[in-house]
């Protein structure tokens, strides 16, 4: 196989709660726990879990907008998490990011051409007005607005819009890698669909790899080339999408995809239902984070080690005793 574009190796984030008169560290949150997966160029690893599971902040890592706590990162043969100063900047114009909220993440002080605009100046992209200008308006055509969007503020757009904002703000410097920190969560259903089918032909034309975080399996399905999921801070389970859908082996997986809705009435689905709520990150559970919650557990075994992800078929990782 030829060399992934992007390769993470054991992260790891932890948070320091801190409190009282000197600001002593009270707590540690654990929000990312050892995570390790690969993508190829010109691939999409989805990356699902519950809220809290670390998705987001596995991200974040990845692009340095957190600073991790151990664990390394290598992107086209860099290691991101040894870079710093003009190298960093220099790698940022490859990896860029598609946030969440598409309101919260616009300024909306700034017009959308300025908006848009902003990563051409700090790049040097652009030279001349007239450039600058045509740029951003191609940009614009590309994820489907008009070109005098640009004169305009955010709050005069739609949800939908300010998201393709935002996909065109990421495309403004031609990167390679784009993490999707849940794009379409905050969008209507009929909407999150045009966002998606965007998504893939931006990715046909400019060849674009992504790592799509979402909490939704469902979302995932037609997008993905593989799929990861997260529980607690742990990866357990990677697949290609069409297996993971077709034959989940993790019990955590299972109950995600028994959730999911099934378009044909008729269609039944046993649904799974899980004991209990999720662990505190503050002090999770010993050995595999999931056995307070598992329906296969067999103690002591999985309370006291901790599962590594063993390849079961080709592609096929579970981190699970029962199951690998």
Same mark, same amino acid.
Request: net charge neutral.
């Given at each position: 196989?030829?060399?992934?574009?992007?390769?993470?190796?054991?992260?790891?984030?932890?948070?320091?709660?801190?409190?009282?008169?000197?600001?002593?560290?009270?707590?540690?949150?654990?929000?990312?726990?050892?995570?390790?997966?690969?993508?190829?160029?010109?691939?999409?690893?989805?990356?699902?879990?519950?809220?809290?599971?670390?998705?987001?902040?596995?991200?974040?890592?990845?692009?340095?907008?957190?600073?991790?706590?151990?664990? @390394?990162?290598?992107?086209?043969?860099?290691? =991101?998490?040894? $870079? !710093?100063?003009?190298?960093?900047? %220099?790698?940022? /114009? *490859?990896?860029?990011?598609?946030?969440?909220?598409?309101?919260?993440?616009?300024?909306?002080?700034?017009?959308?051409?300025?908006?848009?605009?902003?990563?051409?100046?700090?790049?040097?992209?652009?030279?001349?007005?007239?450039?600058?200008?045509?740029?951003?308006?191609?940009?614009?055509?590309?994820?489907?607005?008009?070109?005098?969007?640009?004169?305009?503020?955010?709050?005069?757009?739609?949800?939908?819009?300010?998201?393709?904002?935002?996909?065109?703000?990421?495309?403004?410097?031609?990167?390679?890698?784009?993490?999707?920190?849940?794009?379409?969560?905050?969008?209507?259903?009929?909407?999150?669909?045009?966002?998606?089918?965007?998504?893939?032909?931006?990715?046909?034309?400019?060849?674009?790899?992504?790592?799509?975080?979402?909490?939704?399996?469902?979302?995932? @399905?037609?997008?993905?080339?593989?799929?990861? =999921?997260?529980? $607690? !801070?742990?990866?357990?389970?990677? %697949?290609?999408? /069409? *297996?993971?859908?077709?034959?989940?082996?993790?019990?955590?997986?299972?109950?995600?995809?028994?959730?999911?809705?099934?378009?044909?009435?008729?269609?039944?689905?046993?649904?799974?239902?899980?004991?209990?709520?999720?662990?505190?990150?503050?002090?999770?559970?010993?050995?595999?984070?999931?056995?307070?919650?598992?329906?296969?557990?067999?103690?002591?075994?999985?309370?006291?080690?901790?599962?590594?992800?063993?390849?079961?078929?080709?592609?096929?990782?579970?981190?699970?005793?029962?199951?690998?």
């Amino acid at each position: 196989m030829s060399e992934p574009l992007l390769r993470v190796k054991d992260l790891v984030k932890n948070f320091s709660i801190r409190g009282g008169l000197l600001a002593r560290e009270l707590d540690v949150v654990h929000a990312v726990d050892g995570v390790s997966f690969e993508i190829g160029a010109g691939e999409t690893l989805g990356l699902v879990g519950e809220s809290g599971s670390g998705k987001s902040t596995t991200g974040r890592c990845i692009l340095r907008l957190i600073e991790p706590t151990s664990g @390394e990162v290598w992107f086209a043969g860099q290691n =991101v998490t040894a $870079l !710093g100063g003009e190298a960093l900047r %220099a790698l940022c /114009r *490859d990896m860029q990011i598609i946030f969440q909220d598409p309101f919260a993440s616009l300024n909306p002080r700034m017009t959308v051409g300025a908006i848009i605009g902003e990563a051409l100046t700090i790049h040097g992209l652009a030279k001349g007005r007239k450039a600058y200008e045509e740029r951003i308006v191609s940009l614009l055509e590309t994820v489907g607005l008009q070109a005098d969007h640009m004169r305009r503020y955010p709050h005069e757009f739609s949800g939908g819009q300010r998201q393709r904002i935002g996909i065109a703000r990421a495309l403004a410097v031609e990167p390679r890698l784009i993490v999707c920190d849940e794009p379409v969560s905050a969008l209507d259903v009929s909407i999150q669909a045009q966002v998606i089918n965007l998504l893939e032909d931006l990715q046909q034309e400019f060849g674009l790899t992504y790592l799509f975080i979402a909490h939704d399996l469902s979302v995932v @399905e037609h997008i993905s080339t593989r799929v990861a =999921v997260m529980y $607690l !801070g742990r990866v357990v389970e990677i %697949a290609p999408a /069409r *297996d993971l859908y077709v034959s989940p082996l993790h019990p955590y997986t299972e109950a995600l995809l028994s959730a999911v809705p099934v378009p044909d009435p008729a269609a039944k689905r046993q649904r799974i239902m899980l004991q209990g709520d999720i662990p505190s990150p503050i002090r999770p559970p010993t050995g595999c984070h999931f056995h307070t919650r598992c329906p296969i557990r067999q103690l002591p075994l999985c309370s006291q080690e901790v599962p590594r992800l063993k390849e079961t078929t080709p592609g096929h990782y579970v981190a699970c005793h029962l199951r690998s």
